[in-house]
């Protein structure tokens, strides 16, 4: 697959969720285009270090950083824009066949997929987190320069 294909599935997946989870209609393009983006940010740097959990992350932390900057500046909460961006990262087609390996009692290769999909859940929920972290103490500096400026 090309990467120009890569992009296009990852903009219509992020925007069809969009879509299912009634996300307004103005912002279903920027959601695409957020999803669009991590989704390339995972795609070069898992082909480039060959690690799936870092390429995850720093998607993840991609994303969720827009995420944050797009909700401030069109007034529109967080989730709107992080949970569609996210979609294409989550690890659902290797959470099925470790259910599936399960199932045909091959516990060995169930118990090894089943230990990267919790890796990669984990590293986008730590990327989410860790955002958020940056975001506040971003918030918390420029507060306090804003105080040093006025006193009163």
Aim: charged content about 15%.
């Amino acid at each position: 697959m090309t990467i120009l294909s890569q992009l296009i599935t990852s903009f219509f997946a992020t925007g069809a969720f969009g879509i299912i989870f009634n996300a307004p209609k103005e912002s279903l393009v920027k959601c695409g285009l957020i999803g669009m983006g991590g989704w390339l940010i995972y795609y070069l740097l898992e082909d480039y270090l060959d690690n799936p959990i870092v390429a995850t992350l720093a998607a993840t932390i991609f994303i969720a950083v827009l995420s944050q900057e797009l909700a401030k500046f069109y007034k529109t909460p967080v989730i709107i824009f992080s949970v569609a961006g996210i979609i294409p990262l989550v690890p659902g087609g290797l959470a099925y066949d470790a259910m599936r390996n399960f199932v045909e009692n091959d516990y060995n290769s169930a118990i090894a997929l089943a230990a990267k999909v919790l890796m990669l859940a984990g590293s986008i929920a730590f990327g989410l987190v860790f955002s958020e972290v940056i975001n506040q103490v971003v918030r918390k500096i420029n507060q306090h320069k804003i105080r040093l400026k006025n006193p009163l």
